[in-house]
């Protein structure tokens, strides 16, 4: 379990549905993220007033600001490849993977918290204290505003997915399994129990059931109830303003 992509994650998650890739990446000028297709190489978007997927990055960028006016949201608009790295980051997650490669940025320092009673070792509720700021982005995304921008972009989208191999993906379906593999992650009553994992190298779950999900859910848990219930309300709502409601994610 790390530390940093859990932060990463949120991140992404700040405006899935919108279009972009406002995860953290290492820098404005980092290329391609091995196993992300190029957007030099993929296919230009068909004749809709929108720029070519390799000229889209100003189109994108300046679109996405009216999302919100967190300032943390707009910092993460600042890397290169937005709608490649994110429909890339979408496939990852939508097949409960962790796009470790584009996230290894952000997130807090140090050892996970955890805190020990009657000999055993639980997740410290403090844990999730350390993501407030990056679940308040994501609570700051006007999700209607996301649902029409993803609307706009969904050529430019379509085109990314089909740099991936996916032809005649539909990067809206693609959206929707990515929700739905990260509404499907339990949201815990109480501190998870954990311990050591192999060879004493960070923590894992103590209940087999947890330790089972993927690792995408499982970063999802990291950011503690309050902020997985957070995002998770914010991803229904999105995924409703694209006319998919929860009953049909769930």
């Known amino acids: 379990m790390e530390n940093k992509t859990a932060l990463g994650l949120v991140a992404l998650l700040a405006v899935a549905g919108a279009g972009v890739g406002l995860y953290a990446v290492r820098g404005r000028n980092a290329a391609p993220s091995p196993g992300l ?3 030099a ?3 230009e978007a068909a004749p809709t007033g ?3 997927l390799d000229e889209s990055d100003p189109y994108v960028r300046e679109k996405s600001f009216a999302l919100s006016t967190d300032l943390s949201v707009r910092s993460w608009l600042s890397s290169d490849s937005l709608v490649a790295r994110f429909v890339g980051a979408l496939n990852r997650i939508a097949k409960g993977e ?3 490669e584009s996230l290894g940025a952000f997130g807090p320092r140090g050892k996970y918290p955890t805190t020990k009673r009657n000999g055993r070792i639980f997740a410290d509720p403090a844990g999730g204290a350390r993501y407030a700021a990056a679940v308040g982005a994501v609570k700051s995304i006007d999700a209607a505003a996301a649902a029409r921008l993803f609307d ?3 050529p430019l ?3 990314a997915y089909a740099a991936l191999g996916e032809k005649g993906g539909d990067s809206r379906e693609l959206f929707f399994s990515a929700v739905r593999e990260l509404l499907a992650a339990p949201v815990p009553a109480g501190e998870p129990e954990l311990k050591p994992g192999k060879k004493g190298i960070g ?3 103590a209940d087999e059931k947890l330790e089972r999900l993927s690792p995408a859910q499982k970063q999802l848990m990291r950011l503690g109830p309050a ?4 995002v998770q309300e914010k991803l229904r709502a999105i995924a409703l303003a694209l006319g998919r409601p929860g009953s049909r994610l769930e």
């Open 37 to 39: 297709s190029s957007p």
């Open 41 to 43: 190489a993929a296919p």
């Open 50 to 52: 929108l720029p070519a």
């Open 98 to 100: 962790i796009p470790r």
């Open 152 to 154: 706009e972009l969904q």
């Open 157 to 159: 989208l379509d085109a």
């Open 203 to 205: 923590w894992v779950y």
């Open 227 to 230: 902020g997985q219930k957070a």
